[in-house]
Nanobody, 123 residues
Framework: QVQLVESGGELVQAGGSLRLSCAASGRTFSSDAMGWFRQAPGKEREFVAGIRWSGPNTYYADSVKGRFTISRDNAKNTVYLRMNGLKPEDTAVYYC????????????????WGQGTQVTVSS
């Protein structure tokens, strides 16, 4: 059974940076993709960024392009989300998720989710 555990969320001032981590366990991840999502109070969950466990491709929501960077460490089965230039509108619970056997990141369907980590950006 796949387990995803996020960490790294905290309170930060606008313009600051954070790095979120998502540790994955439960099986071998080779042809899968990982995504970061976020959900702000009163809003629907939205896609933030995605990456496959193999290959260089990444995919970002327009709202975070140029500010956020997704990366992975295959040896640690961990995916990261580096967030720079944080804005108050980035405040949300951030979730990582797994999409099995996904090749085209923009079309991935995610079926395993972590518990989330809170990011709060003060103005």
């Amino acid at each position: 059974q796949v387990q995803l555990v996020e960490s790294g969320g905290e309170l930060v001032q606008a313009g600051g940076s954070l790095r979120l981590s998502c540790a994955a366990s439960g099986r071998t991840f080779s042809s899968d993709a990982m995504g970061w999502f976020r959900q702000a109070p009163g809003k629907e969950r939205e896609f933030v960024a995605g990456i496959r466990w193999s290959g260089p491709n990444t995919y970002y929501a327009d709202s975070v392009k140029g500010r956020f960077t997704i990366s992975r460490d295959n040896a640690k089965n961990t995916v990261y989300l580096r967030m720079n230039g944080l804005k108050p509108e980035d405040t949300a619970v951030y979730y990582c998720a797994l999409s099995p056997d996904c090749i085209i990141i923009a079309s991935c369907r995610y079926n395993s989710w972590g518990q989330g980590t809170q990011v709060t950006v003060s103005s």
